[in-house]
Nanobody, 123 residues
Framework: QVQLVESGGGLVQRGGSLRLSCAASGSIFSINTMGWYRQAPGKERELVASLPSSSGTNYAAPVKGRFTISRDNAKNTVYLQMNSLKPEDTAVYYC?????????????????WGDGTLVTVSS
């Protein structure tokens, strides 16, 4: 069984910083893309940032220049450094990964989601 466990959420004032972490564990063959999504109250879940296993990053327009995504492949962990936080960044942040597992000779690729961590930015 493969799972993602997030940490690092909390309450911060406008202009503050937080760092989210997400560690993948279980019977992992390889990890392709890792990333972060968020869902604010009454809104749909949206992409914040993603990072493929090779190179390149993808950021949503509202967070460009303020958030930085990175990953440690040796630890199967992805991070999201959030600076200059705004009240509109308040949301539950979800970690996402595309993970491959092996069953015998068969490779399975799955979309895995974490349970989410709440980030609240006060004004």
């Amino acid at each position: 069984q493969v799972q993602l466990v997030e940490s690092g959420g909390g309450l911060v004032q406008r202009g503050g910083s937080l760092r989210l972490s997400c560690a993948a564990s279980g019977s992992i063959f390889s990890i392709n893309t890792m990333g972060w999504y968020r869902q604010a109250p009454g809104k749909e879940r949206e992409l914040v940032a993603s990072l493929p296993s090779s190179s390149g990053t993808n950021y949503a327009a509202p967070v460009k220049g303020r958030f930085t995504i990175s990953r440690d492949n040796a630890k199967n962990t992805v991070y999201l450094q959030m600076n200059s936080l705004k009240p509109e960044d308040t949301a539950v942040y979800y970690c996402h990964a595309v993970i491959a597992t092996m069953t015998g000779d068969i490779l399975h690729e799955m979309d895995i989601w974490g349970d989410g961590t709440l980030v609240t930015v006060s004004s």
